[in-house]
C-alpha cells in the first residue's frame, strides 16, 4: 500500500432509520495524513454518518460501502471496526456506571492491541501522562465512566480514549459543541498529537470555531444526505462568512432547514 | 499466593465450555430413608442424629403446625404442586470417614472437583469450611484454631450433641417453627447445617463457610444454619450451593437464623448457584429458604450479601429485625435469571428500636424468558423513633422475552422515620452496548462490563476472594444469555 492509497473511502453510501432516508448517497475520501472537516445545516444527517460509519445498530445501509483499512467495514460489527483502528469521538457519551475509567480503558486497550500485550503498571503511566496532558484531575482514573461528569469532561474524556487507543482515523462528532473556550484548546491540543502523516481524521462540526484549532486540509458541506460542496480551508471562511444557503442553491435541491 | 489455596473456586476457565459444570453425580453408597413424611420419619431422621429428647418433640410440634399450614401463593412463581409424600427426607452418604478418620475419597474428589478442598494438606487459607453432602456434614476444617478462641463451628448435628444447651436457647428464636410453611416443613426434618458460635468479644480470624451439595435424586435439602455472635463479637460467614444437573425438580427448603447481641456484627454472603433447569424449564431446584436475622442488642449489625444466580425457582426473603437501639441492618443482592427461571425475593427490615437504620440495594438481571421479583417490606413500629431506611432496586432487561417486577412495601407508624426509595427498570441499553462495542470490545463482554457495573454496589460488599468468583459466575452465565 502506498502512502497515499484511500485507506478510508465512503462510496455512494445510503443509510436509513425507521424508514425515513437520512443518507442519500455520500462520497468522501480521506488519506493518510489528511484531516477533514464536515459541516452542513441541522438534520442533513452529519451525526447519521458518523454513527454509521462505526456501525450504530439503528441506522440500516440501503446501499454503499465503507471502505477501510482495505475492506468494506460494513459487514463488521462496531467493534471489529475499533479493532482495525476507527475511533468515534462520540457526541453524546453514554455513562457506564460501576465501571472504572482505568477499568474501561484497559479492557479497551487489550481489545485493540491483544490481551496481555500492555503491561498493567506501563498502562496506568501513559494515562497518567495522558491525562495530565488534557489537563485532566488524576482522580478521574477511578471514577466511573462518564457517570455524573460535566459535558467538558465527557468530551476530555473521549479525547483521552482515543490517545490510549491509537485510531489511524477517528471521526469527531460534534466534539466541539457546548465547550468553552479553554476545553476547546484542550480537546484540540488532544487531537492535534494525533494528528501525523499516519493518521485520517474527520471532524464533524457545526461551528467554524474548532477549526481554528484543528486545521482542515479539505472541508465538506453535507446537505440533504448528499456531500453538496468540497473545497480547501478557503471553503471555510465562505461558510462562516455567507452561511450553507448559497451551496444548496448552486447544488439545486430543497432542503429543510 | 496461588488461586487454589486463597480463593473459593467457584469458577475455573476450563469451566467456560460448559454450561453447568456441577451437574455430576457422585457414586456414594446412601444410608437413606424411604420417602414421604409422616410422625415416624421426623422421628426416625432425629434417631439418626442421636439427638435429645427435646428435639424429637421440638421437630413433632412443627411437623404438626406444617400439616395445618398451606403453602405460600403469594409470590410471582408458579410451579405444580409438590408432593411432599414423593420426597426423601433423609439421605447420608454411609462411609463418611475411612479406617483413621480421613474423609472418604469419593467424597473428598466431590468436594475437590467443586473447588472445596476439605482435606487437612489443602485447606484454604483464611476460610473455614463446613461441607455438607446431602443431609450430612462432610467435614469441618480449621477446628483446632477456632477452638482456641472459643469459636464453635460446627454441623448442627454435632452442635446438637456437643452442646445441645446453646442450641436448645437460640433454636428457633429468630425463626419460629411456625413461622411459615417452609420454615416449619424444615423445622420437622432439617437434617444437617452449621453451627456458629462467636464468643463475647471475639473477632472470628476467618471467614466461616458452608458448602452444600444435594447428591441424591429424589432427595430434599433441609439445612438448617444458626449463627450467634455474643456482645461485640464479629464474623463473617459465606455459603455456597450446588447441585446435579437433573430433570426433575428437587426441593431445597433452609432455615438460617442470625442473632446479634450488643455491639455484636454479622456478615452473611451467599453465592447460590443451584442447577437451573433446561431452556425447556425442565428439572432444577426449588430454592425455598427463610433466612432472618436478629439485632438483639443495641449498636449490633447484620448484613446479608447475596448473589443468586441459580435454582428454578426461587423465594428468599432475607431480613433483618432490628429491635436492639442504633441497630443497622443491610440487605445487598443481585439476582440473576435466565431461560425459565423465576426468583421471588428481596428483604423484610422491620425496625423496632430506635436510631435503628437499614440499607436494601437490590439488584435484578433477568434475560431469556425468566421472571424476576423484587418484594419488599419496610415497616416501621412506633417505638421506631428516628429510624432511616434507604432502598435502592434497579432491574435489568437483557432481550424482550424475559420480565422484572418490584413490589415495595413501606409501613411507617412514627411519623420521625426517614425512608428513601428509588427503584429502575431498565433494557439494557443499545446506546451503552454501542459505545462499549466501539472501543473494540465485543458484545459478550460488552455485555458482561456493563452487568458488572450494575452489579458493583453489591460486589463489593462480599469479601473479597468471594466477589472475583461472583464476578466470574456471573460472566459464565451471561455468555448464554446475550444474541
Known sequence: MSEKTPFFEIRNLHAKTEDKAILKGVNLTILPGETHALMGPNGSGKSTLSNVIMGHPAYEVTDGEVIFQGQNILELDPDARARLGLFLAFQYPVAIPGISVAKFLKSAADARFGQGTIKPAQFIKQLREDMKFLEMSEAFINRFLNDGFSGGEKKRMEILQMLTLKPVLAVMDETDSGLDIDALRIVSKGVNRMVGPNFGLLVITHYERILRYIAPSHLHVLIDGQVAMSGGPDLVKEVEKNGYDWIREKFGKEVLV | ?483
Open chain 2, 1 to 483: 499466593m496461588s488461586d487454589t489455596d486463597t480463593t473459593f473456586k467457584l469458577e475455573t476457565d476450563s469451566a467456560l465450555v460448559q454450561e453447568y459444570k456441577y451437574g455430576f453425580v457422585s457414586d456414594v453408597e446412601a444410608d437413606e430413608l424411604p420417602k414421604g413424611l409422616n410422625e415416624d420419619i421426623v422421628r426416625a431422621i432425629s434417631a439418626k442424629k442421636k439427638e435429645p429428647e427435646w428435639m424429637t418433640e421440638w421437630r413433632l410440634k412443627a411437623f404438626r403446625r406444617w400439616q395445618k399450614k398451606e403453602y405460600p401463593r403469594w409470590a410471582k412463581v408458579q410451579y405444580p404442586p409438590i408432593d411432599y409424600q414423593d420426597i426423601r427426607y433423609y439421605s447420608a452418604p454411609k462411609n463418611t470417614l475411612k479406617s483413621g478418620g480421613e474423609v472418604d475419597p469419593e467424597l473428598a474428589k466431590t468436594f475437590e472437583k467443586l473447588g472445596i478442598p476439605i482435606e487437612e494438606r489443602n485447606h484454604l487459607a483464611g476460610v473455614a469450611v463446613d461441607a455438607v453432602f446431602d443431609s450430612m456434614s462432610i467435614a469441618t476444617t480449621h477446628r483446632e484454631m477456632l477452638a482456641e478462641k472459643g469459636i464453635i463451628f460446627c454441623s448442627m448435628s454435632e452442635a446438637l450433641q456437643h452442646h445441645p444447651d446453646l442450641v436448645r436457647k437460640y433454636l428457633g428464636t429468630v425463626v419460629p417453627p411456625g413461622d411459615n410453611f417452609y420454615a416449619a416443613l424444615n423445622s420437622a426434618v432439617f437434617s444437617d447445617g452449621s453451627f456458629c458460635f462467636i464468643p463475647k468479644g471475639v473477632r472470628c480470624p476467618v471467614e466461616l463457610s458452608t458448602y452444600f451439595r444435594i447428591n441424591a435424586r429424589d432427595t430434599g435439602q433441609f439445612e438448617r444454619t444458626l449463627i450467634v455472635a455474643e456482645e461485640g463479637a464479629y464474623v463473617s460467614y459465606i455459603e455456597g450451593c450446588t447441585a446435579p444437573q437433573r430433570d426433575n425438580n428437587q426441593l431445597h427448603a433452609a432455615v438460617v437464623e442470625l442473632i446479634a447481641l450488643e455491639g455484636a456484627q454479622i456478615k452473611y454472603s451467599t453465592v447460590q448457584n443451584w442447577y437451573a433447569g433446561d431452556e425447556n424449564g425442565q428439572g432444577g431446584i426449588y430454592n425455598f429458604v427463610t433466612k432472618r436475622g436478629h439485632c438483639r442488642g443495641a449498636n449490633s449489625k447484620i448484613s446479608w450479601t447475596q448473589v443468586e444466580v441459580g435454582a428454578a425457582i426461587t423465594w428468599k426473603y432475607p431480613s433483618v429485625i432490628l429491635e436492639g437501639d442504633n441497630s443497622v441492618g443491610e440487605f445487598y443482592s443481585v439476582a440473576f435469571t435466565n431461560k425459565k427461571m423465576q426468583a421471588d425475593t428481596g428483604t423484610k427490615m422491620v425496625h423496632i428500636g430506635k436510631n435503628t437504620s437499614s440499607t436494601i440495594i437490590s439488584k435484578g438481571i433477568s434475560a431469556g424468558e425468566s421472571a424476576n421479583s423484587y418484594r419488599g417490606l419496610v415497616r416501621v413500629l412506633p417505638s421506631a423513633l428516628n429510624a432511616r431506611n434507604h432502598t435502592c432496586c434497579d432491574s435489568m432487561l437483557i432481550g424482550d422475552t424475559c420480565s422484572a417486577n418490584t413490589y415495595p412495601v413501606i409501613e411507617a407508624e412514627t411519623s420521625t422515620a426517614i425512608i428513601e426509595h428509588e427503584a429502575t427498570t431498565s433494557k439494557i441499553s443499545e446506546e451503552q452496548l454501542f459505545y462499549v462495542q466501539s472501543r473494540g470490545i465485543d458484545e459478550e463482554s460488552a455485555t458482561s462490563l456493563i452487568v458488572n457495573g450494575f452489579c458493583k454496589d453489591v460486589f463489593k460488599e462480599l469479601p473479597l476472594e468471594f466477589s472475583v468468583e461472583a464476578i466470574k459466575l456471573l460472566e459464565l452465565k451471561l455468555e448464554h444469555s446475550v444474541g
